[in-house]
């Protein structure tokens, strides 16, 4: 398997660092480039490169701004900004883009759940899979909870989606943290793996950290099912840490032989990176 992290495309030090603390890749957002310059594309490329690491993955797919569901979904806009996103990144080369967005995809109060469904349908086959074909990516969407969103809330309503457009560039993200959130079963991942095309994990008991040795029997064993599921559904792709710093204890930060390197603001990231991609590696 392969381990990678989501972070800012902005952020160097964390690129350097996630290379040198032995991830195999980074992940980053992909509406965050809409607005970002040629130069800012190709410096980060150029970072990427002088530290051996690729940006295999992109997440946030499609801004807040841009509605995908009810009667506000403008196709000429999401069609227009399709090609253009796509267009200006494929130096980059991505070959995983996850369809969360959340608040692109919700379902407006009173519109009809099967015609949103049927929108977001439209959205993957035909608009998203042309790019696919022509930039040669995966579309990994993702179940979302329903904390962040009303649409496509379980892997069943994924798969849903996923049998109507009938791709191979067409798969299934497979969160930790929202497949928990909504109560799914997590050693259930074993019977997906024909489509199961990319994962993220995080601690769902614990504010979304990074997962940790020391976090609670609960998040652990889940951490468990969630591997042994993925071990026998025969994953062997990318598996992304999407948290946050801060559930590690302080004690073992303050005890690692972190680099001179590393800048005083970074160590925490250093660490907690560090220890979460070695725990996740003992599973």
């Known amino acids: 398997m ?9 952020n160097k030090n964390h690129i350097k660092i996630l290379k040198q603390t032995g991830f195999d890749y980074i992940e980053t957002q992909l509406s965050s480039f809409y607005t970002a310059t040629d130069r800012e594309i190709s410096d980060f490329s150029a ?25 506000n979904a403008d196709t000429g ?15 980059i080369k991505f070959k995983s883009v996850v369809f969360g967005s959340g ?15 049927g929108q977001i349908l439209q959205v993957v086959s035909d608009y998203l899979l042309p790019m696919a074909e022509k930039y040669d990516f ?20 994924v798969e849903y989606i996923i049998s109507q457009v009938n791709n191979p560039k067409v798969k299934l993200l497979a969160d930790l943290y929202h497949i928990a959130l909504e109560n799914g079963d ?50 062997k792709n990318k598996l992304s840490i999407e948290g946050g710093l801060g559930g590690l204890d302080p004690d073992i ?3 690692m032989d972190i680099p001179d390197w590393v800048d005083e603001n970074d160590k925490i990231f ?14």
């Open 77 to 91: 806009k999401i069609k227009s900004y399709t090609e253009e996103i796509f267009e200006k990144t494929k130096d």
């Open 186 to 235: 997590a050693a259930g991942l074993s019977e997906k793996g024909g489509i199961l095309g990319h994962c993220h994990i995080a601690n769902p008991y614990n504010n979304r950290y990074y997962p940790q040795a020391g976090d609670s029997p609960e998040a652990i064993e889940l951490y468990k099912k969630f591997f042994a599921g993925l071990k026998s559904a025969g994953y």
């Open 253 to 255: 930060i303050n005890s």
């Open 138 to 157: 995966t579309i990994a969407i993702e179940e979302l909870n329903r904390n962040e969103t009303n649409m496509l809330n379980s892997l069943s309503e």
């Open 270 to 283: 250093y660490a907690e990176s560090k220890k979460s991609l070695e725990f996740m590696k003992s599973l």
């Open 103 to 117: 608040k692109a995809r919700r379902c407006p109060d009173g519109f009809p759940k099967e015609k949103a469904t």
């Open 2 to 10: 392969l381990y990678g992290n989501c972070i800012s495309y902005k």
């Open 47 to 71: 970072v990427l490169d002088e530290n051996d690491i690729k940006c295999e993955a992109v997440n946030v797919l499609f801004p807040g701004d841009i509605a995908l569901t009810g009667t």
